[in-house]
């Protein structure tokens, strides 16, 4: 069963800080691997999606990696912001069965 | 501008009663899905629809039910057969695997 973890669970840091958000799965047949944020009781907008064949995207301070060797993705964000409080969630899609799968996400909180 | 809606954004269901979810897309997407968020947990897929008139169970289907009679249009309805039904629910729609977009949730509660 494709399964995909991110951790920590819940993360603060003062404002100004370079951060590093991990996920990790088990797919070796991942198809990409994309990155949201979600607001509380909001939906999910999409960050970074990476193919498979690719091993970096970028978007502004953040930049994601994907490392499919070791099952790996990291999402890095430079100089946070409050405003970059939210949680974020790393998702999967899977060759093999055609879904997203989903990690448990990261609560982020960036203190001012 | 293009987009997904969802309604309600709150809905409250009483012991014994079917609700039914609205999510509408204007992105030509023909793809849609249901997903179950719970606290401290990621997405779970209920339902998915790759195009109209057919439709496939996810990973937790029971208790739910859905129909897509219209590209646009995939609502999702939670029976009473379903005992733990209080959770945001998020539907999303894809072109293709390289892009979801999702609306902005419903939030049921059992009452």
């Known amino acids: 069963k494709q399964e995909v973890t991110q951790i920590p669970a819940a993360l603060s840091v003062p404002e100004g800080e370079n951060l590093v958000l991990n996920c990790s799965f088990t797919d070796s047949a991942i198809y990409n691997l994309q990155w949201f944020r979600q607001d509380p009781g909001k939906g999910l907008t999409s960050l970074l999606l990476i193919q498979s064949s690719q091993r970096e995207q970028t978007s502004g301070r953040l930049n994601a990696s994907l490392d499919k060797s070791s099952g790996r993705s990291t999402l890095y964000i430079a100089a946070s912001q409050p405003g970059d409080s939210a949680t974020y969630l790393c998702?999967?899609?899977?060759?093999?069965?055609?879904?997203?799968?989903f990690g448990q996400g990261t609560t982020l909180q960036v203190k001012p | 501008d293009g987009g997904i809606t969802q309604s309600p954004k709150y809905l409250f269901r009483k012991e014994g009663q079917n609700v039914t979810l609205s999510c509408e897309q204007n992105?030509?997407?023909?793809?849609m899905y249901w997903y179950r968020q719970d606290p401290g947990q990621g997405l779970r897929l209920i339902y998915y629809s790759q195009i109209v008139n057919d439709f496939q169970k996810g990973d937790i289907a029971e208790g739910y039910s859905v129909s897509r009679e219209k590209k646009e249009s995939f609502p999702l309805t939670v029976t009473s057969a379903q005992k733990n039904p209080t959770a945001f629910y998020l539907c999303a729609s894809s072109i293709d695997p390289s892009g979801y977009t999702f609306g902005s949730g419903t939030r049921l509660t059992v009452v």
């Open positions: 998702a999967e899609f899977s060759g093999n069965t055609g879904k997203l799968i």
């Open positions: 992105l030509n997407h023909d793809a």
